[in-house]
């Protein structure tokens, strides 16, 4: 799926895609220059502004048009050479298009998941403490994988570097060599079970670990596969949308969320649009829990 142009999220009016007057910044990263098992995340972004134009703009949950706050899509940061350029490249876009300056919410869709460790990088510049809240199925704690340090695996162990504050929730794997060497960080996990049996325990559990400001990823594959089938390595045993929206709606209530992703999207083909739709979703909830903050 290639881009065109004219797509973008809701394919709104003009009045509402201004960038200059637009809060929420949806910018495009088709990258997955480190996969290790199955390809086509670099398919996502497309997919999922395909998908927006069928969302209704008036979310059912907030009561709220958040469009009305502006949604400019950005073109998308395209792939460099090395992992190391790619790394680089998304940087200094971030960093020129100043989108974590006061008014703006920006909202990145990979590509693979190691995208998230130079938007880190730009955020933690503006924000001297600044918490990463990761909803994912795989602590992506390695030193290093294939494609080295600036593995999607490894992209976990490049935020810890920049901030002591990372938050992991839906973490359902995890290497000997993660266990090992980030012994601190894999016993703060807060696992689909917890939120399972204990949904008020783990959402304080949550909620207690976020400091300052707060970045949000989600690598789709924290949800359980019968929701989000579309995904590179689909593990059993995640966590439902309910969950999810919920433990969002209170961090954004609660905290203050500068920016956020939504990675790993794998779009299957065909009329299996179900991953690629709930991504969509979750990007106008996001903008939406934004909203309505902001509002209140």
Not at 220 to 241: H, I, K, N, Q, R
Request: hydrophobic share 40%; net charge negative; glycine share 6%.
């Amino acid at each position: 799926m290639s881009y065109t142009p004219s797509q973008t999220f809701f394919q709104l009016d003009p009045e509402y895609t201004d960038p200059k007057a637009a809060r929420y910044h949806v910018v495009p990263v088709p990258y997955e220059g480190t996969v290790c098992f199955l390809r086509g995340t670099a398919q996502g972004p497309a997919a999922i502004l395909d998908v927006s134009e069928q969302m209704e703009y008036f979310d059912e949950e907030t009561l709220q048009e958040y469009f009305r706050a502006g949604i400019a899509t950005h073109p998308p940061i395209l792939s460099a050479k090395t992992p190391q350029l790619q790394m680089k490249r998304i940087y200094e876009t971030v960093k020129k298009l100043d989108l974590f300056s006061k008014n703006r919410f920006p909202i990145f869709l990979g590509g693979e998941h190691s995208i998230t460790a130079p938007i880190v990088k730009a955020a933690r510049e503006r924000y001297e403490e600044l918490t990463v809240l990761q909803i994912d199925a795989h602590a992506d704690l390695r030193h290093e994988f294939t494609g080295g340090v600036h593995s999607h695996a490894a992209v976990m162990r490049r935020v810890l570097e920049m901030t002591p504050h990372l938050v992991q929730v839906g973490i359902r794997s995890f290497s000997v060599e993660e266990y090992q060497q980030c012994p601190e960080q894999i016993r703060r996990i807060v696992t689909p079970k917890m939120v399972q049996d204990d949904f008020q325990f783990a959402l304080d559990r949550i909620l207690y670990g976020l400091k300052g400001h707060v970045y949000i990823t989600i690598d789709m594959d924290g949800f359980d596969p019968s929701f989000a089938p579309g995904v590179g390595t689909p593990e059993p045993g995640g966590l439902s949308w309910r969950q999810v929206t919920a433990i969002l709606k209170r961090v954004f209530q609660e905290k203050q969320v500068i920016g956020a992703d939504l990675v790993e999207t794998m779009p299957l083909g065909g009329e299996n649009i179900i991953t690629e739709f709930l991504a969509a979703r979750l990007v106008g909830k996001l903008m939406a829990y934004d909203y309505a903050k902001r509002d209140s």
